[in-house]
């Protein structure tokens, strides 16, 4: 079946760390993946997404890349701010076998402090 | 561009009673999908609508059910409440199930006591 494993947390960071948060996925076709973002209070955001394999997904300095051979899809970003502070989801869908649904891990915190 | 509303944003129930979540879909998007999360973990997929019809159901039991309405608008219903069924209740819609361009609402905090 699909599932996604994401880094535990919570992170804390000071301001202009570096960032990873590790994500691993399983699944049986060929998934495209994404990683969502929840700000207190908030629903889910979309940060970025990649389609098939080897894509490089990014947006507002987060990059994450496809990879196949490890069925990782991790999170970096070079210099995190105060205002990267949220919850943040690696999902995955499989393309339409369940209705489109996405498989998200269950989030990891980061707190970024000045 | 409006985007998705929830309402109410939140409520508290006692067990074994009925509720009614409602979702208003963003403009132009006809399919809507139903989300629990429960506290500290990820969402997980209730179901999903398609131009009124169902599209695809999660691992959840009969007592939650749903319906889509003409104007894409859709609710989520859920009988003989639990405990367990405390929870933030995402919508998100989107054009023609696509996995790209989904909008998610705030939800709605759900407790049950």
């Known amino acids: 079946g699909n599932s996604v494993t994401q880094m535990e947390g919570p992170v804390t960071l000071s301001e202009e760390a570096f960032l990873t948060i590790n994500c691993t996925y399983t699944?049986?076709?060929?998934?495209?993946l994404f990683w969502y973002v929840q700000y207190p209070g908030e629903g889910l955001q979309l940060l970025l997404k990649a389609t098939k394999a080897d894509d490089k997904g990014s947006n507002k300095g987060f990059e994450a890349t496809y990879r196949k051979e490890t069925t990782s899809f991790h999170l970096e970003k070079g210099s995190v701010q105060v205002s990267d502070s949220a919850v943040y989801f690696c999902a995955l869908s499989d393309g339409g076998n369940t209705g489109n649904q996405f498989y998200f891990g269950t989030g990891t915190s980061l707190t970024v402090i000045p | 561009e409006t985007g998705v509303t929830q309402s109410p944003t939140h409520l508290i129930k006692t067990r074994g009673q009925q509720v009614t979540l409602r979702c208003s879909s963003q403009?132009?998007?006809?399919?809507v999908s139903w989300y629990q999360q429960a506290l500290g973990q990820g969402p997980q997929f209730i179901f999903q609508y398609y131009r009124e019809e169902k599209n695809g159901r999660g691992n959840f039991p009969p007592r939650f059910s749903g319906l889509q309405f003409p104007n894409y608008s859709s609710e989520l219903n859920v009988n003989a409440l639990e405990l367990d069924d405390s929870a933030l209740y995402l919508c998100?819609?989107?054009?023609?199930?696509?996995?790209?361009?989904?909008?998610f609402g705030s939800g709605t905090r759900l407790t049950v006591v």
């Open positions: 699944a049986t076709g060929y998934p495209s």
């Open positions: 998100a819609s989107s054009l023609d199930t696509s996995p790209y361009g989904y909008t």
């Open positions: 403009s132009g998007h006809n399919t």
